[in-house]
């Protein structure tokens, strides 16, 4: 049986990502809202009544509803209640080390974010936890497989303590980095990274960025 990891845990292991993914985005526009619902989203079957609890912010997505959103008291209520409901001690839970781990990655052109997951005994995944890093000017200015790759090293690096020894399916949205450990790369970075790699054992899979949501959301909000 796994124990309850707790908020404060939580969130001295990966403060940035928390704040990312609860922080309020209120009186943005539509686009910002379906990304947050859809990062919320993810976990609904461990958020209780989550569609109830989520209408007021469903609503805004109607056509009817302007793209900059008339926020009000309901919406914000909603917002609080699915960012406690997130942070809750039923979500989170402690990692088994040992035992095989799925991270998330994702890159956009200003930041990284990954989630940290893990299967339980039924064969549920549950989220352990949640970073985001925001990138440097230099950094911005790298190509996407690149900043894709950093991705995966940088949450590697963050995770190491967790998931060095397991086995790690790292998830992204970058078709390329599949075969990053097996061509040769044409960048002296992704060559450096590509070993670096190879200490971990782990296989990299692709996943449309419209899945890969909640990497998705935390590389956009940081």
């Known amino acids: ?53 989520v209408k007021p912010l469903t609503d805004l997505t109607s056509k009817k509803v302007p793209n900059q959103l008339p926020w009000d008291e309901c919406h914000q209520q909603a917002y609080e209640m699915l960012r406690s409901k997130l942070r809750s001690a039923h979500l989170l839970r402690i990692p088994r080390v040992g035992e095989p781990f799925t991270l998330y990655t ?24 949640f970073a985001t890093h925001k990138l440097s000017g230099p950094q911005c200015d790298w190509s996407t497989i690149e900043r894709e790759a950093y991705a995966i090293i940088w949450a590697l690096d963050k995770f190491r303590d967790i998931v060095y020894g397991s086995r790690i399916t790292v998830v992204c949205d970058h078709n390329p980095l599949q075969y990053i450990r097996d061509c040769a790369p044409k960048s002296a970075k992704l060559l450096r990274w590509s ?28």
């Open 195 to 222: 070993l670096a790699l190879q200490e971990f054992d782990l296989e990299i899979k692709y996943k449309r960025g419209s899945d890969n949501v909640v990497a998705d959301y935390l590389s956009r909000h940081v």
């Open 106 to 129: 994702d890159s956009s052109g200003v930041a990284v974010g990954a989630t940290l997951g893990q299967l339980d005994q039924e064969g549920v995944e549950h989220p352990l936890a």
């Open 1 to 53: 049986m796994w124990v309850i990891l707790s908020v404060r845990g939580v969130a001295d292991l990966t403060p940035t990502g928390w704040r990312a993914l609860t922080k309020c985005h209120a009186l943005r526009p539509k686009k910002e809202l379906r990304k947050l619902l859809g990062a919320f989203g993810y976990y609904r079957d461990y958020i209780e009544h989550f569609a109830h609890i």
